[in-house]
Nanobody, 124 residues
Framework: QVQLVESGGGLVQAGGSLRLSCVAT????????MGWFRQAPGKEREFVAA????????YYGDAVKGRVSASRDNANNVVYLQMNNLKPEDTGTYYC?????????????????WGQGTQVTVSS
């Protein structure tokens, strides 16, 4: 059974940091591009980061570029999202997703599997 489980969210003050984790079971992440997305209440799901299945360059959304870093531990089937200098506008539910396609994507519709999300709240 394919499953993605995010953790590491919480309440943090502006300027703080959080590290999100996403544990995958039922499939091997080394064969998938992995993505992070977020969604604030009343807004569409927004691209945060993507990691190519083959390794190499990662991609980041414009709103978080320079403040977040995504990484993967293929041996343990875990994906991470390190977020620094957090802002109140970073508040939302953060989702991990897996994309079996060849080309890494920033579009939610291209992703095959999704986790349930972890809440991040940044206070001003």
């Amino acid at each position: 059974q394919v499953q993605l489980v995010e953790s590491g969210g919480g309440l943090v003050q502006a300027g703080g940091s959080l590290r999100l984790s996403c544990v995958a079971t039922g499939f091997t992440i080394s064969r998938y591009s992995m993505g992070w997305f977020r969604q604030a209440p009343g807004k569409e799901r927004e691209f945060v980061a993507a990691l190519q299945w083959s390794g190499g360059k990662n991609y980041y959304g414009d709103a978080v570029k320079g403040r977040v870093s995504a990484s993967r531990d293929n041996a343990n089937n875990v994906v991470y999202l390190q977020m620094n200098n957090l802002k109140p506008e970073d508040t939302g539910t953060y989702y991990c997703a897996a994309d079996g396609g060849i080309v890494v994507s920033s579009r939610p519709d291209d992703y095959d599997y999704w986790g349930q999300g972890t809440q991040v709240t940044v206070s001003s």
